[in-house]
């Protein structure tokens, strides 16, 4: 089995640094960049299977971008806010998955589970 690899944009500075810490138990290789830019370098450098971004860091025609420019990588967004309207209109841009800022655990299983399976379709 090849290493996976997670690209993160988080908000907020402490949720981020907590992602980094449980999401490093799991996948090889977790990086945490800065700006939009630097998350498209990553994912196409590293091949990332999995974007985590928050929704306030990226419009939803990024989303829609980086689904397109990526088919590959599975996009899991996070907010800080449960707003159904923005989570719906989020995963039709082409995210995977929503989940709330503050829920680690449920982040890091719709990473687990969205590079699952991406793995199992390419073996």
């Given at each position: 089995?090849?290493?996976?690899?997670?690209?993160?944009?988080?908000?907020?500075?402490?949720?981020?640094?907590?992602?980094?810490?449980?999401?490093s138990k799991?996948?090889?290789?977790?990086?945490?960049?800065?700006?939009?830019?630097?998350?498209?370098?990553?994912?196409?450098?590293?091949?990332?299977?999995?974007?985590i971004?928050?929704?306030?860091?990226?419009?939803?025609?990024?989303?829609?971008?980086?689904?397109q420019?990526?088919?590959?990588?599975?996009?899991?967004?996070?907010?800080?806010?449960?707003?159904?309207?923005?989570?719906?209109?989020?995963?039709?841009?082409?995210?995977a998955?929503?989940?709330?800022?503050?829920?680690?655990?449920?982040?890091?299983?719709a990473?687990?589970?969205?590079?699952?399976?991406?793995?199992?379709?390419?073996?």
């Open positions: 089995m090849q290493p996976l690899t997670v690209v993160l944009l988080g908000g907020d500075a402490g949720v981020a640094q907590s992602l980094v810490s449980a999401l799991t996948f090889s290789s977790v990086q945490k960049v800065q700006s939009l830019g630097e998350l498209r370098n990553r994912i196409a450098k590293n091949r990332a299977e999995v974007a971004l928050d929704i306030e860091a990226a419009p939803l025609s990024e989303i829609q971008h980086l689904s420019d990526f088919p590959g990588a599975f996009i899991v967004c996070t907010h800080r806010v449960a707003d159904e309207e923005m989570w719906a209109a989020a995963l039709q841009a082409g995210a998955d929503v989940c709330p800022s503050d829920d680690i655990a449920g982040i890091v299983h990473a687990l589970g969205n590079a699952g399976r991406q793995h199992s379709a390419a073996a």
